[in-house]
């Protein structure tokens, strides 16, 4: 097992890509391994016949622990040195609207042709969560174009087929006094103690481990606030429609990680982390801010990488690709490292005021609720509606006192108060 993250210890073998007896050469995509970010291809660092798999799909291996034998001459790269292919590269063939295969639904033996490349070997290239959402929803993964990354079907490929499969099934006589059941729902054993049990995915795994030393080392404080921002919405909404002519998606999370940029920059403390061991202050020069995106199977956090240096429309580009391509988990392993400040938006779903966790090695997270209108008092002393956004900062109290925290806070209000100040950085 090789480390293709960085200081990976462990893996999950999801996939195998290859069988005894088939022939590789180097570099060929021989397994898929889920670490605690993402699902990557493990390439072949020899040429020659496969003779022997160590592990079966769904094993977890630590690193340097065999995982497949060859019959060749022993020229090739070391293990150690494969990596996953670069996130530039794309599909190898593309998907023909509503083209599909006629393949049983039975294991695969042989390699399986449908619309897009959607298996190699024999093997269908997919997450284990859309393995799971296809199973719920009665999916053929075999008969699912895949749009992904070297053929990988991907969570919005299986939801599209799902999707034409219920419009073209006939439709039940309605049933007296029945409500209708949620298709997740879980099953419960035969037992009759009515739980559900299914083991934790790697990345779940991973969460759960990085959160509990989070919250058991770091002293978390959270402060709380409010803002007005009826000048920001008002700004949106002008240059919403520019942007959109050259196919750009204008959220308000450019705003806030462009306005959080400068705050880090002015109050350096918030863009560093304590080094425990050595008990030492490390500061950042560049401001690196991590963009929590949900993906099916937990929660990842892309990097905007120098934020500090890029525009508001590079900003809004870079966030957009980052989100769309962890979520088709096509992200690579540098673009979800070297944050050093973070933001989660729950305002998405709704939410308001959180108490997010700090990621490791980050001083500060932004947690961002939803705009909704409420009463405020305005210059002039008068109760209007307002435009108000919800704050909340976490930070750890080892580096950061409450006074410094609420500065920076009225700092990154007055940005997000009125978009000049932003764009001045006052």
Not at 173 to 196: N, S
Not at 399 to 416: F, H, P, S, T, Y
């Amino acid at each position: 097992m090789p480390d293709i993250g960085e200081g990976m210890a462990e893996g999950e073998i999801s996939n195998w890509l290859v069988k005894v007896g088939d022939e590789v050469k180097e570099e060929d995509a021989v397994a898929e391994v889920q670490n605690d970010k993402l699902l990557q291809e493990i390439l072949s660092p020899y040429s020659g016949k496969v003779t022997k798999l160590f592990v079966e799909p769904g094993t977890v291996v630590e690193v340097g622990a065999p995982l497949i034998e060859f019959d060749g001459d022993g020229s090739g790269s070391l293990a150690g040195d494969t990596s996953a292919p670069a996130a530039s590269e794309t599909s190898e063939a593309a998907a023909a609207p509503g083209e599909s295969a006629n393949v049983s639904p039975a294991p695969a033996t042989a390699p399986v042709t449908t619309g897009a490349k959607t298996a190699v070997n024999g093997y269908v290239l997919a997450m284990p969560a859309v393995r799971h959402y296809a199973r719920q929803h009665q999916v053929d993964l075999a008969q699912v174009p895949a749009t992904g990354r070297h053929g990988h079907i991907t969570m919005q490929d299986v939801e599209q087929l799902a999707g034409q499969a219920s419009a073209g099934a006939p439709t039940p006589a309605p049933v007296a006094d029945q409500a209708p059941k949620p298709t997740a729902a879980p099953q419960p054993l035969p037992d009759g103690q009515g739980e559900y049990r299914e083991p934790m995915s790697t990345m779940r795994k991973i969460i759960a481990k990085n959160m509990v030393e989070q919250v058991t080392t770091v002293p978390h404080v959270t402060l709380m606030d409010e803002v007005e921002v009826s000048k920001l919405v008002d700004h949106r909404k002008t240059f919403k429609p520019i942007l959109a002519a050259d196919d750009i998606h204008l959220t308000y999370l450019p705003y806030i990680a462009k306005a959080l940029t400068a705050v880090a920059k002015k109050h350096p403390m918030l863009n560093a982390h304590l080094d425990s061991a050595t008990q030492e202050i490390v500061f950042n020069e560049h401001v690196n801010v991590g963009i929590a995106v949900s993906v099916p199977d937990g929660l990842i956090v892309p990097t905007v990488q120098h934020a500090e240096a890029k525009s508001m429309r590079t900003m809004a580009v870079e966030i957009n690709d980052l989100a769309e391509r962890a979520r088709n988990n096509q992200l690579a392993p540098a673009e979800m490292s070297g944050g050093t400040i973070s933001i989660s938006n729950i305002g998405s779903a709704g939410g308001g005021y959180f108490t997010p966790i700090l990621n490791t090695n980050q001083a500060a997270i932004l947690g961002v609720g939803r705009i909704h209108q409420a009463p405020t008092v305005n210059a002039e002393g008068e109760i209007v509606v307002g435009q108000m956004l919800r704050l909340s900062l976490s930070f750890d109290h080892r580096l950061i006192d409450g006074v410094l925290a609420q500065e920076a806070m009225n700092d990154l209000k007055k940005m997000l108060t009125d978009p000049a100040a932003m764009l001045m950085e006052v």
